[in-house]
């Protein structure tokens, strides 16, 4: 079956440490994207990448890093200098090709929690 | 910058009652609208889309929305609710100023009392 997986489901940090949530697509979409949600925020977007070796800063870049060294995968890095880190992570894809996305495609979610 | 207003964040509804998701975007240029849902500890699932063609778009549950260009609205709606689909639910709009971003509303929790 295609798909978007992410792993861990639930994760649990200290407060201190980098920890990475995976995301692995094998729908062959180009674009990849990590949401982070906080209850009554909705989704808001943290990085993107439309293409391998390539990614940009979404709305709340700060604290976080990601990575596009295969086109099926789009780790993401939650770093010391995320201040408040404890979320619910969502990774999503989407084909990718020109113009308008007609639709992303949603993982099941890290729910991170910083201790 | 576009942004997405959904006007309830949550919304209690009797079961077999009709429910009226609100939702309205600020561009008034060419747009792609979405709906999805999300049920708990879960990722979202696209609900429907309106890409071009009828106003009016359904899904296979029993919702339907309807593209209001005059209005800027993209209300979802369901004549009847059943429990199953108690939920959150997340309206979208494509960022015409950038081709490869969504942007979402803050979501409309539905509460389905028996």
């Known amino acids: 079956d295609g798909g978007i997986t992410q792993s861990p489901k639930y994760l649990f940090r200290k407060e201190g440490q980098n920890v990475t949530l995976s995301c692995e697509q094998n729908l062959n979409h180009d674009a990849m994207y990590w949401y982070r949600q906080d209850p009554g925020q909705g989704l808001r977007l943290i990085y993107y990448s439309q293409i391998v070796n390539d990614f940009q800063k979404g709305d709340i870049a700060e604290g976080y890093s990601v990575s596009r060294e295969k086109k099926e995968s789009f780790p993401l890095t939650v770093t010391s200098a995320q201040k408040n880190p404890t979320a619910f992570y969502l990774c999503?894809?989407?084909?990718?090709?020109?113009?308008?996305?007609?639709?992303?495609?949603f993982g099941p979610g890290t729910r991170l929690t910083v201790l | 910058a576009q942004s997405v207003t959904q006007l309830d964040s949550q919304v209690p509804v009797f079961e077999e009652a009709p429910v009226e998701l609100r939702c309205n975007y600020s561009s008034s240029v060419s747009v792609y609208l979405f709906w999805y849902v999300q049920y708990p500890n879960q990722g979202l699932q696209l609900l429907l889309k309106?890409?071009?063609?009828?106003?009016l778009v359904e899904s296979i549950n029993g919702f339907e929305a309807e593209f209001n260009k005059s209005q800027t609205s993209f209300h979802l709606r369901k004549p009847s609710v059943h429990i199953s689909d108690t939920a959150e639910y997340f309206c979208a709009v494509s960022d015409p100023d950038r081709d490869d971003k969504i942007i979402f509303g803050k979501g409309t929790r539905l509460h389905i009392l028996p």
């Open positions: 309106y890409l071009s063609g009828s106003t």
């Open positions: 999503a894809s989407s084909i990718g090709a020109a113009g308008l996305v007609e639709e992303q495609f």
